[in-house]
């Protein structure tokens, strides 16, 4: 749309200039013409006369008006007006010469010719004709404001007819785009409709389209059935060993080893509670327009959280923050592994806080660790990486990212050190 108003604009512009070009040279000629013509007219009436001061200077008064001098063959004016200095300065100084002669002074054109004696090759005297150029210039202004203003309009109404047609074409396209991407995420059977034999543009898109939604869904269900064995192959053994523990239990063993075996079937919970939550999200699935406020996020996951010696985590997140637009257990569970690793990074203290930026929720956890190596960044957040001396798989901080993504809201290292800043990002609610 811009590059139609500026190639608008520039052809009106050189139309514009054109024009105005032509009208100055057709104006020019015209007056010069005139002027011709009123020369000639006046030269013819007086070498017609035989007055007692010779040939040529005995034009009758008709021919003579306030733009017309005779000059004698001393300079002398002899007929004509008695005009304005200037004016008439320029005409005396046009009172000498031999030839013809155009000179344009002061928004006046002027044209001079010598008057021949009627027995001899000497000059007799000199006629002066002028003509004021200012009517034409007036003329030639409003012409010039008329076309400006016509190029602004043709420029206008071209610039908005153009963007007209190409929103009006380009509508399906965008409706087409968004509908695609609503289908991916919520409906992975629905397609666009084509119409046998119709080839223009839109019906190739539409079609190209329904291909890569099939693509899609093909390799979402397929991550489904991978997702679902694979918690089904976890969950056995994760039964298993609550069961055992819990049987241990009925033994009553002594108070430490039940100790043990109670916290053996926490883990087995929050593992179970794990594998669930990823398993919904795998399949889009949860509770959808659940919220939660952020405060309750940060007490959910430090519930589960194992103090480490030398450590304190503080959460400076207030009770008056808008609820995010996420169920709590997936929150949580997107918030947990920057908790983990923060606290297994930090030399003395974690802090949680909490901000509203754009109606997003933006759950920062900050540790004074030694920091992120600068050249992994983004890798971080790769399943199976992660940072020299880190103990765990590399599994959380890409898990955590994913759950965000999930949700709508995305997990980013704000700062790589000093202090070391992970931030969860999730929509208000």
Do not use: K
């Amino acid at each position: 749309m811009r590059s139609t108003a500026l190639v608008t604009a520039v052809a009106m512009a050189l139309v514009v200039t054109t024009v105005l070009l032509v009208l100055a040279a057709l104006t020019r000629d015209s007056v010069t013409s005139s002027l011709e013509d009123r020369l000639d007219l006046v030269l013819a009436t007086a070498q017609a006369g035989d007055g007692d001061s010779g040939p040529g200077l005995d034009a009758p008064d008709d021919a003579i008006d306030e733009a017309v001098w005779v000059f004698d063959a001393t300079g002398q004016q002899v007929r004509g007006p008695n005009a304005g200095r200037n004016v008439q300065e320029t005409a005396e100084s046009l009172a000498d010469v031999t030839r013809r002669t155009s000179l344009e002074r002061r928004e006046r054109l002027y044209l001079a010719a010598p008057v021949p004696a009627s027995t001899s090759g000497d000059p007799a005297g000199v006629v002066v004709v002028s003509e004021s150029l200012e009517p034409y210039e007036r003329t030639r202004n409003v012409v010039a404001i008329g076309l400006v203003a016509l190029g602004v309009i043709v420029t206008a109404g071209s610039s908005a007819s153009a963007a007209w047609t190409v929103r009006r074409a380009l509508a399906p396209v965008g409706s087409m785009a968004t509908r695609a991407e609503e289908w991916s995420e919520h409906d992975l059977d629905s397609r666009f409709a084509t119409v046998p034999g119709r080839g223009d543009e839109i019906a190739v898109l539409g079609e190209t389209l329904n291909l890569l939604l099939d693509r899609v869904a093909g390799a979402l269900r397929g991550e489904q059935r991978l997702t679902a064995e694979l918690a089904h192959e976890l969950r056995t053994p994760l039964t298993a060993l609550r069961g055992e523990a819990e049987i241990a239990l009925m033994m009553e063993p002594q108070e430490r080893v039940a100790e043990r075996l109670r916290e053996v079937i926490a883990l087995v919970e929050r593992m179970s509670t794990t594998i669930t939550t990823l398993l919904d999200v795998a399949r889009g699935e949860g509770d959808r327009g659940a919220t939660c406020d952020p405060l309750e996020i940060a007490r959910a996951v430090l519930a589960d959280q194992h103090e480490r010696s030398g450590v304190s985590i503080r959460v400076d997140i207030g009770d008056d923050l808008p609820d995010t637009g996420a169920p709590l257990a997936l929150a949580s569970r997107a918030l947990a592994p920057l908790v983990d690793n923060a606290v297994a990074h930090a030399s003395s203290g974690v802090t949680l806080t909490a901000a509203v930026r754009d109606r997003r929720i933006e759950i920062s956890v900050t540790d004074d660790g030694p920091g992120v190596v600068a050249e992994l960044g983004e890798a971080l957040f790769t399943p199976g990486v992660h940072g020299p001396g880190s103990t765990g798989a590399g599994l959380g901080l890409a898990l955590a990212r994913r759950v965000a993504r999930s949700l709508g809201g995305d997990v980013v290292l704000t700062s790589d050190r000093d202090p070391t800043v992970f931030t969860l990002t999730l929509p208000q609610s």
